[in-house]
Every structure is written in structure tokens, then in C-alpha cells.
Nanobody
Framework: QVQLVESGGGLVQAGGSLRLTCVASGMILSTSEFGWYRQAPGNERELVASLPKGGDKLYADSVRGRFTLSRYYARDNLELYLRMSDLKPEDSGTYYC?????????WGQGTQVTVSS
């Protein structure tokens, strides 16, 4: 199994920046993909950025060029970052970290991002 804990959300003005952090623990070396998703009220959860194992980073068209996904392997866990710049009100929502292990998706509890205009 994989455990995920997100942090870093908050309230920011349009044009501002935030960095989200996801700490992943458990079977992280066997995880086939990590990613960030977001969900706004009344909308479905959507992919923001993902990192398949051995593959290239993938970004949603709406965030490409503004958001950057990176990772850092610590001794017992992995830290997954989402650097968000030039934020827009439509970027508001709950951001979730995802890990895919043995064809099952694991999710964190989410962190709220609110961008004011």
C-alpha cells in the first residue's frame, strides 16, 4: 500500500504562486505512477500533472508552462512537489496527490487552493 499526505495549499491572489507537497510512504519503489489531480466544486476530478515510472512528465494543457512537477527521494519516503505559478481563479479547487500501485489508485486527503481575482 501507499500512504499520501498533501500540504501547501492556501489562499493566494491571481498571479501568485504556491508550492504543494505530497509525502508518499509505503511501497513507493513499486509505484508505477505519481500525480496531482484537482477537483473544483461541481466538477469532476481532473489530472493536473503526472509522472509515470520511467516516463516523461505529463501536464494538463491548462497548466502547462505554469506548473512544474518534481520529486525528491528521501530515505524512507518520496516527496512530490507541484510548483504553481501565475495562478488563476480557475485553478482553485482541492488538489489531491495520487499514487498507482498494482493497478490501484491511492489518494491523499487533499489540500485546498483558492485563487482570488
Amino acid at each position: 500500500q501507499v500512504q499520501l499526505v498533501e500540504s501547501g495549499g492556501g489562499l493566494v491572489q491571481a498571479g501568485g504562486s504556491l508550492r504543494l507537497t505530497c509525502v508518499a510512504s509505503g511501497m513507493i519503489l513499486s509505484t508505477s505512477e505519481f500525480g496531482w489531480y484537482r477537483q473544483a466544486p461541481g466538477n469532476e476530478r481532473e489530472l493536473v500533472a503526472s509522472l509515470p515510472k520511467g516516463g516523461d512528465k505529463l501536464y494538463a494543457d491548462s497548466v502547462r508552462g505554469r506548473f512544474t512537477l518534481s520529486r525528491y527521494y528521501a530515505r524512507d519516503n518520496l516527496e512530490l512537489y507541484l510548483r504553481m505559478s501565475d495562478l488563476k481563479p480557475e485553478d482553485s479547487g482541492t488538489y489531491y496527490c495520487m499514487a498507482r500501485y498494482k493497478d490501484r489508485d491511492y489518494w491523499g486527503q487533499g489540500t485546498q487552493v483558492t485563487v482570488s481575482s
